[in-house]
Antibody, heavy 119, light 107 residues
Framework: QVQLQESGPGLVKPSQTLSLTCTVS??????????WSWIRQHPGKGLEWIGY???????YYNPSLKSRVTISVDTSKNQFSLKLSSVTAADTAVYYC???????????WGQGTLVTVSS | EIVLTQSPGTLSLSPGERATLSCRAS???????LAWYQQKPGQAPRLLIY???SRATGIPDRFSGSGSGTDFTLTISRLEPEDFAVYYC????????FGQGTKVEIK
């Protein structure tokens, strides 16, 4: 059974960089065939795809966030990470990491972590 | 990018009733790349339907998906108490997009 777990600061100051890590267990990122993703949900709102990464390092980002987003992978630790720069209060959200098979829907999600942007 | 518009925003129904949720795309979506998710408060979404009409593992057969092109539907044949939740459609072409959600609430 694949499990994903987000970790990182729950509070980030405006203009700083939000950094989160997703640790994957029960499956290897380097085995290929999956996209490892970040999705966020503003309080009381819908889901917003941030981007995803393939084990090889290829990345795809939401065009609306592309200038501020970096997703990276560390296959040795079976982790992938999100960095979102120049954050504002509008970036306050629950951030989910997730897995999707190549050309498939999201089949596993982390539990989500709330990140608040505030001074 | 493909914009997905879900309707209605809220559906008020009683247990045992039939729920019909709509997801309309701004341009054609390959039927292979349309999914539906259920989300309950405080939980991550759960995959219900993929490929527009295929049920995910463990999903009861009261959930069904249909549609093609730009119009897709999620039907819950008889609502159970645990089905009251928010439902999202997603197209997983490139880039991914989600609909804004439909809340199914108890009438």
């Amino acid at each position: 059974q694949v499990q994903l777990q987000e970790s990182g600061p729950g509070l980030v100051k405006p203009s700083q960089t939000l950094s989160l890590t997703c640790t994957v267990s029960g499956g290897s990122i380097s085995s290929g065939g999956y996209y490892w993703s970040w999705i966020r949900q503003h309080p009381g709102k819908g889901l917003e795809w941030i981007g995803y990464i393939y084990y090889s390092g290829s990345t795809y980002y939401n065009p609306s966030l592309k200038s501020r987003v970096t997703i990276s992978v560390d296959t040795s630790k079976n982790q992938f990470s999100l960095k979102l720069s120049s954050v504002t209060a509008a970036d306050t959200a629950v951030y989910y990491c997730a897995r999707a098979p190549d050309r498939g829907p999201i089949d596993y999600w982390g539990q989500g972590t709330l990140v608040t942007v505030s001074s | 990018e493909i914009v997905l518009t879900q309707s209605p925003g809220t559906l008020s129904l009683s247990p045992g009733e039939r729920a019909t949720l709509s997801c309309r795309a701004s341009q054609s979506v390959s039927s292979s790349y349309l999914a539906w998710y259920q989300q309950k408060p405080g939980q991550a979404p759960r995959l219900l339907i993929y490929g527009a009409s295929s049920r995910a593992t463990g999903i009861p057969d009261r959930f069904s998906g249909s549609g093609s092109g730009t119009d897709f539907t999620l039907t819950i044949s008889r609502l159970e108490p645990e089905d009251f939740a928010v439902y999202y459609c997603q197209q997983y072409g490139s880039p991914w997009t989600f609909g804004q959600g439909t809340k199914v609430e108890i009438k």
